[in-house]
């Protein structure tokens, strides 16, 4: 099961959200926070697989809730999804910055809602498509000149850095297993690989750290 917190200045939005993804035979959800502050408290005894965090509310937003959540000790495999209804470039390079693995706007389908849940639950990453483009010229705006790469990069090994290129192309393992002709397993194992290299969670803060790092240059297409 998949154990799911939501985190939401609204009641009656909360209970939406609870409602439809305790309906799911794989999910539960194990609780429900108003502010940022009784997330992190809540996070730190239930230890979610999931928190589906809101931005903006009162008190600690859910950047900083995000951040000292995904600090706890015994939270490394808890994934943040941002949803908001806030469709703006700061929002959600901070989110991502600070380890959140996904963002989808509150005007999805309850359908891309429960999807979403599975997918950050899985480790991979998600990004609402309408926020993708943002994302990328935010980078572009920031890193007009190519930064030095962090040393940790130069322990990759050559299709390890490849590997790396490609996810923050947006390919999933299948992707990239047809692509450089190896088998799933393979590139899984590259893949585990890189994050323990890179101290990475998930591929969202892969492809942060990528980008970021001038491995991937924005405008430049890894398919």
Do not use: C, W
Not at 85 to 113: H, I, P, R, W
Not at 117 to 141: C, H, K, M, N, W
Not at 149 to 154: C, D, K, N, V, Y
Not at 185 to 210: C, E, I, N, W
């Amino acid at each position: 099961m998949i154990k799911v917190l939501i985190v939401d200045d609204q009641t009656i939005v909360r209970a939406g959200f609870a409602a439809l993804l305790d309906s799911q035979e794989d999910i539960t959800v194990i609780g429900e926070a108003g502010d940022g502050r009784e997330a992190v408290r809540l996070a730190e005894g239930a230890r979610p697989d999931v928190v589906v965090m809101d931005i903006r509310m009162p008190g600690m937003d859910g950047i900083e809730a995000t951040r000292r959540i995904l600090a706890l000790p015994g939270t490394e495999q808890t994934r943040v999804l941002v949803l908001t209804t806030f469709d703006v470039d700061e929002y959600v390079y901070d989110a991502l910055a600070v380890g959140a693995s996904g963002f989808l706007l509150k005007d999805a389908t309850a359908d891309e809602l429960v999807s979403a849940v599975r997918v950050v639950a899985r480790g991979d990453s998600l990004l609402a498509p309408q926020v993708t483009g943002r994302l990328i010229r935010e980078f572009t705006r920031q890193r007009r000149t190519r930064p030095q790469a962090p040393s940790e990069l130069a322990t990759l090994t050559a299709r390890e850095t490849e590997v790396l290129v490609l996810i923050a192309g947006g390919l999933s393992n299948g992707e990239i297993a047809r692509r450089l002709v190896v088998s799933e397993h393979t590139v899984k194992t590259h893949v585990a690989r890189v994050f323990t290299k890179l101290g990475l969670r998930d591929r969202a803060q892969a492809v942060m750290l990528a980008y970021e790092s001038g491995v991937v240059v924005p405008g430049e297409s890894a398919r």
